[in-house]
């Protein structure tokens, strides 16, 4: 049963401390991206991968880290830069510019 | 990347009746994908369509591409109560870029 599987479903995060979000697909994709939604906006990029062992910034990068050790795996973290991080999270993988595959995504609040 | 800007933002419609909402653009296209997301889930593909095609269907589903005016339209048909959701477009450029970049989307409400 392939897809991209997020988690947790929630998170709750105290103000200073970093938080990691899973993000893990077996669909045997090369390319992998994070993305952050605000309340009634669309989709911003934050970082993005497309090949293992590398990735590049998106549009809004500062104060979030990710990295590549495994094609299956993109986990970002939110660190204690990020002023502003609570938001909905997604994950999306992806073969080329086709169709990207989006998981169920990670709600952040920040107590 | 380049981001596709929806039209309307909002639109509410009985349950039977046509929703069409449009998408437009700023620069050559590879290709344009629609999305649907449902209030707090992940987003998901409905349709592709490349720079060369000017009209795609997939079910109640119906895709035009006019690349002259750079716009897209998404036409569900016989909408059902299910349909209520925000949809997205995603302009794909020219320049290998893969990256989506996203709009606010329009948000659907089909009234039973």
């Known amino acids: 049963d392939g897809g991209i599987t997020q988690s947790p479903k929630y998170l709750f995060r105290k103000e200073g401390q970093n938080v990691t979000l899973s993000c893990e697909q077996n669909?045997?994709?090369?390319?992998m991206y994070w993305y952050r939604q605000d309340p009634g906006q669309g989709l911003r990029l934050i970082y993005y991968?497309?090949?293992?062992?590398?990735?590049q910034k998106g549009d809004i990068a500062e104060g979030y880290s990710v990295s590549r050790e495994k094609k299956e795996s993109f986990p970002l973290t939110v660190t204690s830069a990020q002023k502003n991080p609570t938001a909905f999270y997604l994950c999306?993988?992806?073969?080329?510019?086709?169709?990207?595959?989006f998981g169920p995504g990670t709600r952040l609040t920040v107590l | 990347s380049q981001q596709g800007e929806e039209d309307p933002q909002a639109l509410s419609i009985q349950e039977g009746e046509n929703a069409t909402m449009n998408c437009s653009y700023k620069?050559?296209?590879?290709?344009l994908q629609w999305y649907r997301q449902n209030s707090g889930r992940g987003l998901v593909h409905l349709i592709l369509i490349r720079s060369n095609e000017r009209e795609k269907h997939s079910g109640r589903l119906r895709v035009t591409l006019d690349t002259s005016k750079k716009s897209s339209s998404l036409l569900i048909t016989a909408s059902r109560a299910a349909d209520t959701a925000s949809y997205f477009c995603a302009p794909i450029s020219n320049f290998g870029n893969e990256k989506l970049t996203f709009g606010t989307g329009t948000r659907l409400t089909i009234i039973p």
């Open positions: 991968s497309q090949i293992v062992n590398d990735f």
């Open positions: 999306a993988s992806s073969i080329g510019a086709d169709e990207q595959f």
């Open positions: 669909l045997n994709h090369d390319a």
């Open positions: 620069t050559s296209i590879n290709n």
